[in-house]
């Protein structure tokens, strides 16, 4: 059974009950996708699944075979960063960093969300044909990423340069 990280196609272990987290860090030595609360309450694990945003530490790695993952390693190109990551430089959406690489591929499956119109609990007009993201329509969305250090304006602020429409 295989599953494509970042581009590879991967063999995914005999064992079913390897995690997707402890697949990309410990067989793969991927380390940039963090084990934070290993419970699905931190965020710090977020990796995209087709596109999606999924919490690696809950998911099983059989579960994606076929499947297409990205890591945070896998959002650069031709030596580029992604320019949400480039947005998170220039704001200082990071202290640590622990939480950078989750807080960023959650923005990229979020920004998805809204494009598919998929409401949150602050959507205000549900009937409406598009999402704008808002500040509080981006905070909400990304509020289960957590940041324990302090910089969550940064990261909201790198999110919104990338990704909000413009006030009309």
């Not at 590879?8 to 991927?30: K, M, T």
């Not at 007009?125 to 957590?146: F, Q």
């Not at 302090?150 to 340069?161: S, T």
Request: hydrophobic share 35%; with cysteine; glycine share 10%.
């Amino acid at each position: 059974m295989t599953i494509t990280i970042n581009g590879q196609d991967v063999r995914i272990p005999p064992d079913p009950r390897v995690s997707l987290l402890d697949l990309l860090r410990e067989h793969l030595h991927l380390t940039g996708t963090k084990k934070g609360c290993n419970q699905g309450a931190c965020g710090a694990c977020t990796v995209l699944v087709d596109g999606a945003r999924i919490i690696s530490c809950l998911a099983l790695s059989v579960q994606y075979e076929g499947r297409s993952i990205t890591t945070i390693e896998g959002l650069a190109s031709d030596g580029a960063l992604h320019p949400l990551q480039q947005a998170f430089i220039e704001h200082d959406g990071f202290q640590c960093g622990y939480c950078t690489p989750g807080q960023i591929c959650s923005a990229l499956g979020m920004v998805e969300e809204v494009k598919r119109g998929v409401p949150s609990y602050v959507t205000g007009d549900l009937s409406a044909e598009a999402i704008a993201l808002t500040d509080d329509e981006l905070r909400e969305r990304m509020s289960g990423n957590l940041c324990r250090c302090g910089a969550h304006n940064g990261i909201v602020d790198a999110i919104a340069e990338v990704f909000a429409e413009p006030a009309q």
